[in-house]
């Protein structure tokens, strides 16, 4: 259980994982294991997880958390890559997952959902990794306006935070009408911090290189959050996590840096509180 400590906090960490890239697979995800266990959080949500490095995130995450997989066993193949809400098991209650498909996706692309109580308060999780690439502009918008909807339908007790590789660039948010006034964006709510900015920054990570002047710094990766009614959580920090190189093979463990969010729980005594 919670620690009186840590009682009134909750932290959630999102990372996209760069299954795509096959190189050092290996010790990239045992990498990328190492930042998640080391940050400890109480929510996980991971994007790029594939055949190769599921088996490795079972064995390291298991003991210490429940997965829930954004794609149906039936699809996953040699080739599939899928998104994981990983919740950790001593101060939480799995209550229902659900994958919720973009009809029009042409990535195989869905919105996986986790219903839970997390140090008593009922939260509802949300992950995607939105339709890559400048060209699919208009799915991605589309598909950003179902999470948002879906967001907005959750029932108003529940805390409702959803994240990930959204792959947004800031003129498409723009564009989209359908933002629910109470949804409010991690990074600008804590204070558009200029050093957290960017989570997909080849200026300092070169895993990958563009064949251009000059390498592209992005906020693809983004946490939001509709609070509840009386609100539950309040967010505090945003920071990044896994921008250190492996010893291993000189690399990142992934592309992206991950994001570590931490909120405070709100209207809870301590454990240790006196009747």
């Not at 899928?82 to 869905?110: G, H, M, N, W, Y």
């Not at 306006?145 to 959204?166: C, E, H, N, P, T």
């Not at 693809?220 to 509840?228: A, G, K, L, Q």
Request: glycine share 4%; aromatic share 8%.
């Amino acid at each position: 259980m919670a620690t009186a400590r840590n009682a009134n906090k909750l932290r959630l960490l999102c990372y996209n994982l760069d299954g795509l890239d096959d190189e050092d697979i290996v010790p990239r995800t045992e990498g990328a294991c190492r930042v998640l266990l080391h940050e400890n959080p109480e929510v996980i949500l991971l994007q790029e997880v594939v055949t190769e490095s599921l088996p490795i995130l079972r064995a390291r995450c298991m003991p210490d958390y429940d997965i829930h997989l954004g794609l149906e066993g039936k699809r996953r193949g040699p080739t599939s890559y899928f998104t994981a809400i990983l919740v950790r098991k001593d101060c939480s209650s799995v209550e229902r997952a659900t994958i919720i498909p973009f009809p029009t996706t042409r990535q195989s692309r869905t919105l996986l959902e986790v219903e839970c109580q997390i140090k008593s308060v009922p939260v509802t999780l949300l992950t995607s990794h939105l339709e890559s690439l400048r060209e699919c502009s208009s799915e991605r918008k589309n598909q950003l306006s179902q999470a948002f909807s879906r967001m907005k339908s959750a029932d108003i007790k529940r805390v409702v935070l959803f994240g990930g590789d959204l792959n947004l660039r800031d003129y498409e948010l723009s564009d989209i009408a359908a933002i629910p006034e109470d949804v409010v964006d991690i990074w600008e709510y804590t204070g558009k911090d200029p050093r957290t900015e960017f989570t997909w920054d080849l200026r300092i990570n070169d895993n990958k290189q563009i064949d251009t002047r000059y390498q592209p710094r992005c906020r693809f990766d983004r946490i939001y959050m509709r609070n509840s009614d009386p609100p539950l959580l309040s967010p505090v920090k945003f920071e990044l996590t896994g921008n250190w190189r492996l010893r291993t093979c000189g690399r990142f463990p992934s592309d992206h840096w991950g994001i570590l969010c931490h909120f405070d729980i709100l209207n809870k005594e301590p454990e240790n509180s006196k009747e």
